[in-house]
Structure formats: structure tokens, C-alpha cells
């Protein structure tokens, strides 16, 4: 079933949504047709900030030295 996101409210945009970055993603694109960025662009960046707002929320915050170690553990990761 496809959501019109333009038709919800505030309250029940956030309820419907909740921590789903692909809802996020699909409401961003049909609340702002004419941005200049694709879904699967505001995906990763929905979902990007809802972990770190998990993170934060738990303490967890991965700080940068420490991504750089799980980035060079990754296989096949160029850069």
C-alpha cells in the first residue's frame, strides 16, 4: 500500500514514520518534489541520522577514530 505522506499531519506524519528511514526517505521526496536529490540519497541520510540519534540517546556515539578502525577492518572497502 502506497502512503500519501502529503495528506498527514504533523503528529500523525511522525506516528505513521517512526524510526523507518525508508518512510522518511519516500515522505522527504513527496513533501519536496522539486529537491534536487534522489530516495535512495535521503535513505542513507535518514537512516544515518537515526542511528546517531539512537547512539546518542544510548551513549554509543562512534567517534571518528573509531570508525576509521571498523572501516579498515571492512573487506573490499576502497576509499
Known amino acids: 500500500m502506497k502512503i500519501d505522506y502529503t495528506k498527514l499531519d504533523g503528529p500523525d506524519l511522525l506516528y505513521e514514520m517512526?524510526?523507518?528511514g525508508s518512510k522518511w526517505?519516500?515522505?522527504f521526496c513527496q513533501l519536496n518534489p522539486d529537491a534536487d536529490v534522489d530516495e535512495s540519497t535521503m535513505l542513507g541520510w535518514f537512516?544515518?541520522?537515526i542511528m546517531h540519534t539512537l547512539d546518542t540517546e544510548r551513549g554509543?556515539?562512534?567517534?571518528?577514530?573509531?570508525?576509521?578502525?571498523?572501516l579498515s577492518?571492512?573487506?573490499g572497502v576502497t576509499r
Open 47 to 49: 537512516c544515518n541520522a
Open 25 to 27: 526517505a519516500k515522505a
Open 18 to 20: 517512526g524510526m523507518d
Open 73 to 75: 577492518r571492512s573487506e
Open 60 to 70: 554509543t556515539i562512534i567517534n571518528g577514530e573509531h570508525a576509521e578502525y571498523l
